[in-house]
């Protein structure tokens, strides 16, 4: 059965640093997309970046660029979002999700089939 479950959150202060993981089962990460979202209470989900399974493109919401890092490692099975300098508004929790989509790489979350639980990622003093 194909499942992806997220790690890595917790509480961190302003300007820290978390690396959340993106860990896949039941299927080859190779021929999956994968993207990453979150959602903050009372706000719809958000893209926060995406990676191809082919070319490995990636993209990046503009409120991430130049903080957060994602990677891939398809012999681990499992996609990582690095995320410097965090802010208060980061706070929220993250999702990944899996598409097999040859090429794709969206910051909708319509385009993923299959989720993981979340895990929160808090940034407060």
């Known amino acids: 059965q194909l499942h992806v479950a997220e790690s890595g959150g917790g509480l961190v202060q302003p300007g820290g640093s978390l690396r959340l993981s993106c860990a896949a089962s039941?299927?080859?990460?190779?021929?999956?997309?994968i993207g990453w979202f979150r959602q903050a209470p009372g706000k719809e989900r958000e893209g926060v970046s995406c990676?191809?399974?082919?070319?490995?493109?990636?993209e990046y919401a503009e409120s991430v660029k130049g903080r957060f890092t994602i990677s891939r490692d398809n012999a681990k099975r499992t996609v990582y979002l690095q995320m410097n300098n965090l802010k208060p508004e980061d706070t929220a929790v993250y999702y990944c999700?899996?598409?097999?989509?040859?090429?794709?790489?969206?910051?909708?979350?319509?385009?993923?089939?299959?989720w993981g639980q979340g895990t929160q990622v808090t940034v407060s003093s």
């Open positions: 999700a899996a598409a097999q989509v040859f090429g794709l790489c969206a910051l909708t979350p319509y385009a993923y089939d299959y």
């Open positions: 039941g299927f080859t990460l190779d021929y999956y997309a």
């Open positions: 990676i191809s399974s082919s070319d490995g493109r990636i």
